[in-house]
Each structure stands twice: as structure tokens, then as C-alpha cells.
């Protein structure tokens, strides 16, 4: 079946360093792929998101490419920051009205 | 923008007692919602999608009997916890899809604490 798999956090960075969060997706078809951001004490939000291979997703200095060959979809960051600080979810959703299955999540936290 | 309600955003309650959660879309017309389940750090596991007017489809392991979906118009779906049981507290997330925008819009949770 669909899955997600995302690297383990939690994961602590000092103000303005570069910020990767691997992630890759095992699907059958072509999915969209997207990455969620959870602030504390919130809900969940699309971070980002790319419907297609070579895609690139962008919002708020995040990217993330949509690499077909290598089944990925890395979320990075040049300078984080510390409002940055929160729980980043890589997710997949194999048609328009199909669930989204969610990798485990990984914690970030940014310190000054 | 788009808005998704959830309510109680928080609930305590003895075991054995039903406990039930609202999903509410605010300002779009959502077909289907979904439930979701996320225990301390892990990830989200999807209980159930939603339609409306139909019955809910629950997947493999969740108990419909125990957790009642209900999704009688395009802005609610309720969530019911039937007889709750301690191993039943968790945070529950619902989305709604809205068709035009192509997207999920997620609540904001509701962390259920079973005594």
C-alpha cells in the first residue's frame, strides 16, 4: 500500500542555519505529495505542495522538488528561523478525492 | 480563507460515557471529511472518510460500531465516541475537502482524555 516515510526528529537548528527534512513515498500511480506544518498548539497546514514529477512546491523560503526517479520530496529551507519551530508532516494523496496519508512527523525546533 | 471548526477543542470524560466531536466547515461546501487520529509524537492515522449523505468508510481496524460518523449536511460531520475507554484518549483531526480550491483544510483538533 501507500506509504510515507520521513526522517526521525526531533530536530534542533540554530537561528538562520539550513534546514532538510527527508522524506520519501512509496505509491502506486502519481500522487500529489505535500508537506504539512503543525505550530504548537495548532492545526494542521498545507505547507506546501506539488502535483506532479520535477515539480517544485515553494511557501514561505520552504521548497521541496518532486523527484519521481528517487521517489522523494525533501522539504529545505536556507535560513530558518525561530518561528520556524514546529512539527512538519510529508504527506501524499494519490487522487483528488482519495485520502492523504501522512509520514510520522518530524519536530523541529530552532533555537536563537 | 477557507475554515474548518472542530468542537470541543478539548473534553474530559469518564469511561464509559459517549463522547461526541463536531466538524464544521465555515465557509465552503465539503462532500467529504475525514477523520483523523494522532497519538503523542506520531503521526496522523486516518479513521474513516466521511460523505455526505452516505455511510462513513472506516479503515482496516477502526471499529464503526465504537467511533459513529455522522454526515448529514456539506458543512458537519460529528464524530461519535461510543462507551470511551482510556486507550480511546487521543488528539482527533478532521479535514474537509473543498472541491473548488482542490484542497484539505484541517481543524484544529480535539484531545480527548478518557478517566
Known amino acids: 500500500g501507500n506509504s510515507v516515510t520521513q526522517m526521525e526528529g526531533p530536530v534542533t537548528l540554530s537561528e538562520e542555519a539550513f534546514l532538510t527534512i527527508n522524506c520519501t513515498y512509496t505509491?502506486?500511480?502519481?500522487?500529489?505529495l505535500f508537506w504539512y506544518v503543525q505550530y504548537p498548539g495548532e492545526g494542521l497546514q498545507l505547507l506546501l505542495k506539488?502535483?506532479?514529477?520535477?515539480d517544485k512546491g515553494s511557501n514561505k523560503g520552504f521548497e521541496a522538488t518532486y523527484r519521481k526517479e528517487t521517489t522523494s520530496f525533501h522539504l529545505e529551507k536556507g535560513s530558518v528561523q525561530v518561528s520556524d519551530s514546529a512539527v512538519y508532516f510529508c504527506?501524499?494523496?494519490?487522487?483528488?478525492?482519495?485520502?492523504?496519508?501522512f509520514g510520522p512527523g518530524t519536530s523541529l525546533s530552532v533555537i536563537p | 480563507g477557507a475554515v474548518v471548526s472542530q468542537h470541543p477543542s478539548r473534553v474530559i470524560c469518564k469511561s464509559g460515557t459517549s463522547v461526541k466531536i463536531e466538524c464544521r466547515s465555515l465557509?465552503?461546501?465539503?462532500?467529504?471529511m475525514f477523520w483523523y487520529r494522532q497519538f503523542p509524537k506520531q503521526s496522523l492515522m486516518l479513521m474513516a472518510t466521511?460523505?455526505?449523505?452516505?455511510?462513513?468508510?472506516?479503515e482496516q481496524g477502526v471499529e464503526k460500531d465504537k467511533f459513529l460518523i455522522n454526515h448529514a449536511s456539506l458543512t458537519l460531520s460529528t464524530l461519535t465516541v461510543t462507551s470511551a475507554h482510556p486507550e480511546d484518549s487521543s488528539f482527533y483531526i478532521c479535514?474537509?475537502?473543498?472541491?473548488?480550491?482542490?484542497?484539505?483544510?484541517f481543524g484544529s483538533g480535539t484531545q480527548l482524555s478518557v478517566l
Open positions: 479535514s474537509a475537502h473543498h472541491r473548488g480550491l482542490e484542497k484539505l483544510f
Open positions: 505509491a502506486t500511480g502519481y500522487p500529489s
Open positions: 506539488a502535483t506532479k514529477a520535477d
Open positions: 504527506a501524499l494523496r494519490e487522487t483528488s478525492y482519495d485520502k492523504v496519508i
Open positions: 465557509d465552503f461546501q465539503a462532500t467529504t
Open positions: 466521511s460523505n455526505e449523505g452516505s455511510k462513513a468508510t472506516y
